[in-house]
């Protein structure tokens, strides 16, 4: 272990309180809730497809429906923190949260179920950066923050890994058990937390607006473009079933952007949607979350309806993709440091599509060790490079006012990216099993390649400015 050289006496990290450490044991578990509700859910979607005779089109809702809530409510989670204040609002959706779990293990209905992933992605959008903003003001500024910052960063790292583990140990008992476990887990959390969450007077914008309709209509569009991607296999190649389909999504995207231009405060700033780099950085991180979710959709329900593996056969298998960003998470800074950015997500999203590719090569009943892990190595290594450069990317150019802002901008990129391509890469495997299977690894590869361009667009250097006249020289 290397021993830090102290320059004063802020240098170093004070010994912590047991108050803080349960503090930031609170904080940092609630994280990995939030981070392993996607995962958790991979592998229990054939079970619960069979148990409940529902089609994949159908089953992913229950990835995307938490992506949507995620993402779609984002910003206005922001505003209603803003508004609000971070000690209730945060306590508050600790329960929703826990409810939402509970509810969702004793019903049956597709479309309760889809409610609550929704619900509970609203939850995680209030929670996941609140979290991190509670740590900011609990924790003195330097190594003490520094220290906690990456104890919060390792269990979001961690937890796609740990879902995807619980979801194969936990779907062997059966599906529900997938749906019901946070409920405890969080109310103990909450439980800890009503003593340990600081309290704090929100200072809220002026004017005060929560912008309720335009989180409605954002999220609502969002939904209805889920909802007509599903519909695709049915509606065929019927025009007018196609129309059908997508039109609410589309009336409900022009009403959005109506209700944002006329708002007093709208949800997401006009600056922030100019700048390059937030864009750039947005679109390859919700290309590198969609394609990845999608290629481990496609693997699952290969791994158990056409190989017949078990959950947890197939939760290990699906591991080195997630592991090597989990056990790299403390040093992700330093990695930055050193190569810079533009490097790192240039060549970490473009390794990504070369693994996609060679699945879309392989055929499935090829062996694991050839015709998957290879695939999932390459995933995982662009993981390992371009994850935290994103981050660090999408509010590099930006005022320190706005980061926030635009923190939260990136974060509904990303999960947007998820539920979209999630949905998509459903209906191609729905529209016919062999075929479909191809078609999936086709778009989920196209889905690589865009965000691999994005990247590599960052690695443009900046116009120099033009020399000015030199002299002669007499």
Not at 3 to 22: C, D, Q, Y
Not at 338 to 359: D, E, N, Q
Request: aromatic fraction near 8%.
């Amino acid at each position: 272990m290397t021993s830090l050289r102290t320059t004063g006496p802020s240098s170093a990290p004070k010994a912590w309180t047991p108050r803080m450490w349960a503090l930031l044991s609170v904080l940092a578990g609630n994280m990995l809730i939030d981070a392993l509700e996607v995962s958790v859910m991979a592998v229990a979607m054939p079970s619960l497809g069979d148990d409940l005779d529902l089609r994949p089109a159908t089953t992913q809702w229950m990835m995307s429906g938490f992506a949507i809530g995620f993402g779609g409510l984002m910003l206005f989670g922001s505003r209603v923190v803003a508004l609000l204040g971070r000690r209730r609002v945060y306590l508050t959706a600790l329960l929703v949260f826990a409810a939402a779990s509970l509810v969702a293990g004793l019903v049956s209905s597709p479309e309760l179920l889809v409610a609550t992933r929704v619900v509970k992605g609203f939850c995680a959008a209030l929670t996941a950066p609140v979290g991190l903003a509670i740590i900011t003001t609990a924790f003195a500024e330097g190594p003490d923050r520094d220290r906690a910052v990456s104890v919060y960063t390792l269990f979001g790292a961690s937890g796609f890994t740990a879902g995807l583990v619980l979801s194969g140990l936990l779907t062997q008992a059966g599906w529900r058990w997938t749906l019901v476990f946070p409920a405890p887990v969080v109310v103990a959390l909450f439980a800890v937390g009503l003593r340990l969450i600081p309290g704090d007077r929100p200072d809220p914008p002026r004017p005060r607006v929560y912008d309720v309709a335009g989180a409605v209509t954002f999220t609502g569009s969002l939904l209805a473009l889920v909802y007509g991607i599903a519909a695709v296999p049915e509606a065929g190649r019927s025009g007018t079933r196609m129309v059908e389909a997508f039109a609410p999504a589309a009336v409900l995207a022009v009403a959005h952007v109506l209700i944002e231009r006329a708002s007093r405060a709208p949800l997401l700033r006009s600056s922030l949607v100019a700048n390059g780099m937030l864009i750039r950085s947005a679109l390859g991180a919700a290309s590198l979350n969609g394609s990845y979710l999608g290629l481990l959709f496609v693997l699952t329900f290969q791994m158990q309806s056409v190989l017949g593996w078990g959950p947890l056969r197939t939760a290990l298998a699906l591991l080195p993709a997630s592991v090597p960003l989990a056990v790299t998470a403390l040093w992700s800074g330093r990695m930055v440091r050193r190569f810079g950015v533009a490097r790192l997500i240039a060549v970490g999203l473009s390794l990504p599509p070369l693994g996609y590719g060679w699945c879309l090569w392989q055929s499935p009943e090829r062996p694991y060790a050839i015709g998957t892990l290879p695939a999932l190595v390459l995933v995982g290594a662009g993981f390992v490079l371009a994850f935290a450069a994103l981050n660090v990317s999408a509010t590099a150019g930006v005022a320190p006012a706005e980061r926030g802002l635009a923190g939260a901008t990136y974060q509904t990129a990303v999960q947007v990216g998820a539920a979209v391509v999630i949905a998509a890469t459903a209906a191609c495997v729905t529209a016919d099993v062999p075929a479909g299977r191809r078609a999936a690894l086709a778009l989920v590869t196209g889905v690589g390649l865009v965000g691999a361009a994005a990247g590599l667009s960052g690695l443009r250097p900046t116009p120099a400015a033009a020399p000015g006249p030199t002299k002669r020289s007499s």
